[in-house]
């Protein structure tokens, strides 16, 4: 088990793996403690997940019946959330469009209210703050909702946060901390020596890889994570990509269709305050296949019409797909490897951005301490090999 003392720490060169939110938000933590962080994206930071998220802040109301062990670590990191877009915004000035009037869940037909019900069971035996709304009361609140509509659920902690902003902001926020932040420097592999990281070997068009000397390696590079060569077999990630697409139509920001984050049967609506209103999402199981399809704006369009008409008089702004990294059971992987020096942070699938500050706190944490916090010990890589061997 990786085991470091503070001094060793202290003098530790860290390198990180991938430049989305949770890379960067791990730098920033360890930049603050005064340590010395490079953070190696391939492209641009902030352009592949953390670009393609909508933002939603749905620990509550995007529970899935399968995903019940992700409760506890998903609700204390919308606790943080407000805390962390203050300490952003302030660090670097970027307003990162943290909204907290709720969250809703609507039913169109009588089918989606039996559906609903059913959804709502659920979040009653988890004891989650979830109600119920009458068709009048949905429409109360958000009156441009198809007025056939049937029913549906408030969440009042469910939110949102502008990704986009969020990512631009934690770069400035890595750079004032005292980050290398190495954009367009892709990582061919983790160099290991004696079960222990040595470094990263970077990779380099017609030449060989550089070497670039870590003692502690952090695995933040999301649905490309399993490509990242080097590692001892019981150390691959089981992560894949899961492609969504998405696009964005924009409001009169002065009259809004829309104030709340509200999921449709097949779509989900997220509205902010500069106009735009975000559709997602597909989930698609193609690779890391970028094609936007027709099939695709389709069903989004279709969806968000049949739930909000009026977004057929609405400009569609923009277009685009991104890649879940998901991992075997879709929860993300956190905390210590088999390989001594190497730190795990992927596969955070559909809750990258909610779950960015618990993943800084408690992976900085395990760095700093050399113990896993017991938060993401249910989340540990050897859930899989546990799995193999009774399997
Ligand atoms: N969390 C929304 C999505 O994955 O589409």
Known sequence: MFNISKPGVSAARIAVIGGGVVGLSIAWRLGQQGLAVAV??????????????????????????????????????????PDFAVELERATGIAVG??????????LTRDDAEKLRFTHDLHRRMDLPIS????????????????????????????????RLVAQALVAACRKAGC???????????????????GLQLHRPD??????????????????????????????????????????????????????????????????????????????ERGFDRTQTAGGMLALLDGAWRALPGIEELAVDEFWCGFRPGSRDDLPILGMSDTEGLILATGHHRNGILLTPITA????????????????????????QAAAVSA
């Open 132 to 163: 119920w709304l009458s068709a009048a009361e949905v429409l109360a609140r958000e009156p441009h909702l198809n007025p056939r509509l049937s029913g549906g659920l408030f969440s009042p902690l469910d939110g949102q946060v502008d990704n």
């Open 40 to 81: 190696f994206e391939a492209g641009a930071c902030g352009r592949e997940a953390s670009w393609a998220a909508a933002g939603m802040l749905a620990a509550q109301i995007e529970t899935e019946p399968t995903e019940e062990g992700l409760l506890p670590l998903a609700r204390e990191s919308q606790r943080l959330w």
């Open 98 to 107: 943290f909204r907290d009037e709720g969250t809703m869940m609507v039913a």
């Open 207 to 284: 030449q060989d890889p550089i070497f670039h000397p870590a003692d502690i390696v952090v695995m933040a590079a999301g649905a490309w994570s399993r490509g990242i060569k080097g590692l001892p077999a019981r150390s691959r990630l089981p992560v894949r990509p899961v492609k969504g697409q998405m696009l964005a139509l924009r409001m009169d920001p002065a009259a809004p269709l829309l104030r709340h984050v509200v999921w449709a049967p097949n779509c989900y609506l997220v509205p902010r305050r500069d106009g735009r209103l975000i559709v997602g999402a597909t989930t698609e």
């Open 361 to 384: 706190q408690t992976i900085v944490a395990a760095i700093v301490s050399g113990r896993i916090p017991e938060l993401i010990r249910p989340f540990a890589l050897d859930r899989f």
């Open 180 to 198: 290398d932040i190495r954009e367009n420097s892709p990582v061919d592999g983790v160099e290991i020596v004696d079960g222990r990281v040595t």
